[in-house]
């Protein structure tokens, strides 16, 4: 079927996209993947900014908001995808393959920056499904290890083929060189997978509430706002939920021109 994709004729740039080259592409599994491309050497972004990504399609660019999963120093830029099967883009982009091109928005944008939080000591990243992605560009920053002692990611599945990047996490990015040594003491990884069996096994939610969270995590057993920094990624659901626990904890949500305790983004709309 990846003819459908490079049987299209070549993509033009325009003043707001610019044309891109898959370098590799990765299946996590039937509805989750994976992929590499190139980076303009005039794309600049912050860690944990998103940015409209496609193909080409009938009249016009179909386009969809992607966060962007490498840190802002990389050469790559790398994405992690869901695949809807009847989705418009992404049943066809889930069939690139290495050289095809994509179309990539001029500007990244978003709210999971570390600009958008006041200074704290503990930075948690918590996520749903594919809202992993901008936090595999945060924890992958050496930045991010200046501003925090503590830095950890919550990802949460339904399914344990969900995990995805679960082995480099698991490791404590010691194959990353930029940040492997920080990380090494700073950096901690929470996955749980609510509808198979696992060693974790609760929502988000839960997980704060009975502590596992703070399990190799060193200072409070629980979440304080004077501290500790969240930033929130994933379903609207979850976002909801978890944003309303926040607030009766006394946190203040946070944007780019007024830092806060606590960011969020949708993993995607609907
Ligand atoms: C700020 C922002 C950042 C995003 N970042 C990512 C990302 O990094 N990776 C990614 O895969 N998607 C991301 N999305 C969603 C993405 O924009 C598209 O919706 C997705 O690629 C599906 O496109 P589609 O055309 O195939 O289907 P669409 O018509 O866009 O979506 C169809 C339906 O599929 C479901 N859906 C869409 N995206 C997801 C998802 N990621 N996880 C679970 N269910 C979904 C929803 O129910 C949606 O109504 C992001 C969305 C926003 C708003
Ligand atoms: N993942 C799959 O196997 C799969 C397969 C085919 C299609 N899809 C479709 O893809 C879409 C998204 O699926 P997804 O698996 O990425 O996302 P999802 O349904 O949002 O589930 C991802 C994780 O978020 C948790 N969660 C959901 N609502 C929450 C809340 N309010 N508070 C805290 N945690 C919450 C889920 O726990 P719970 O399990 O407890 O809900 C699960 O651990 C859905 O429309 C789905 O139908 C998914």
């Known amino acids: 079927m990846s003819d459908v994709v490079t049987s299209l004729p070549g993509l033009e740039p325009t003043s707001a996209?610019?044309?891109?080259?898959?370098?590799?592409?990765?299946?996590?599994?039937?509805?989750?993947?994976?992929?590499?491309i190139t980076r303009p050497a005039s794309f600049r972004f912050r860690s944990g900014e998103f940015v409209m990504l496609g193909l080409a399609g009938e009249q016009r660019p179909l386009l969809r908001a992607y966060s962007i999963a490498s840190p802002a120093y990389a050469e790559e830029l790398e994405f992690l995808s869901i695949r809807v099967?009847?989705?418009?883009?992404?049943?066809?982009l889930s069939q690139i393959q290495p050289g095809d091109?994509?179309?990539?928005?001029?500007?990244?944008?978003?709210?999971?920056?570390?600009d958008a939080l006041l200074p704290g000591k503990r930075l948690f990243m918590l996520s749903t499904g594919t809202g992993l992605a901008p936090f595999l560009s945060v924890a992958r920053d050496p930045e991010i290890y200046d501003r925090f002692d503590q830095i950890q990611i919550v990802?949460?599945?339904?399914?344990?083929?969900?995990?995805?990047?679960?082995?480099?996490?698991?490791?404590?990015l010691a194959d990353d060189p930029l940040v492997d040594e920080q990380a090494?003491?700073?950096f901690s990884y929470v996955p749980t997978v609510t509808r198979e069996p696992f060693h974790t096994t609760g929502r988000i939610d839960a997980l704060i509430d009975d502590g596992t969270l703070f399990k190799d995590?060193?200072?409070?057993?629980?979440?304080?706002?004077?501290?500790?920094?969240?930033?929130?990624?994933g379903s609207m659901a979850m976002i909801k939920d978890l944003a309303a626990k926040l607030e009766t904890m006394g946190f203040v949500e946070g944007?780019?021109?007024?830092?806060?305790q606590y960011v969020i983004e949708r993993a995607f709309v609907g």
């Open 217 to 233: 995590m060193p200072g409070e057993k629980h979440l304080d706002p004077e501290t500790d920094r969240i930033m929130l990624c």
């Open 184 to 186: 090494a003491t700073a």
């Open 17 to 36: 996209l610019s044309v891109e080259t898959v370098l590799s592409v990765r299946m996590w599994n039937e509805h989750l993947f994976s992929f590499t």
């Open 255 to 260: 944007s780019n021109s007024h830092p806060g």
């Open 155 to 172: 990802h949460s599945v339904r399914r344990v083929v969900d995990l995805a990047y679960r082995e480099p996490l698991e490791a404590k």
């Open 85 to 92: 099967p009847d989705g418009p883009l992404t049943s066809r």
């Open 101 to 114: 091109q994509v179309y990539l928005g001029r500007k990244p944008t978003g709210t999971l920056v570390a």
